[in-house]
Nanobody
Framework: QVQLVESGGGLVQAGGSLRLSCAAS????????MGWFRQAPGKDREFVAA????????DYGDPAKGRFTISRDNAKSMVYLQMKSLKAEDTAVYYC?????????????????WGQGTQVTVSS
């Protein structure tokens, strides 16, 4: 069992930045690929970013490309999402997710463990 706890959400003005953090409660954190997803009210959960166990490969959903950066620190069992140039349409609950293995996925159904989410609100 892996517990994930997100933090770092909040209210920010359009054009601003936020860094989300996700702490994992497992000693084998480096055995998991990690992803960030988001869900806005009335919308489906959307892929934001993912990273392989080593951090050597990353992938981004279209809304995140060029503005967001995913990274991880296996020594600290942490994964991060740096968000810049935020827009009102980035407003959502952001979730951290983990899946055992070398491969990451853009499909939320492939992930086994989820955090409780952190709210990001971007005011225009």
């Amino acid at each position: 069992q892996v517990q994930l706890v997100e933090s770092g959400g909040g209210l920010v003005q359009a054009g601003g930045s936020l860094r989300l953090s996700c702490a994992a409660s497992t000693r084998s954190f480096s055995s998991y690929a990690m992803g960030w997803f988001r869900q806005a009210p009335g919308k489906d959960r959307e892929f934001v970013a993912a990273i392989t166990w080593s951090g050597g490969t990353t992938d981004y959903g279209d809304p995140a490309k060029g503005r967001f950066t995913i990274s991880r620190d296996n020594a600290k069992s942490m994964v991060y999402l740096q968000m810049k140039s935020l827009k009102a349409e980035d407003t959502a609950v952001y979730y951290c997710a983990a899946v055992f293995g070398l491969v990451y996925y853009t499909d939320s159904a492939k992930y086994t463990y989820w955090g409780q989410g952190t709210q990001v609100t971007v005011s225009s």
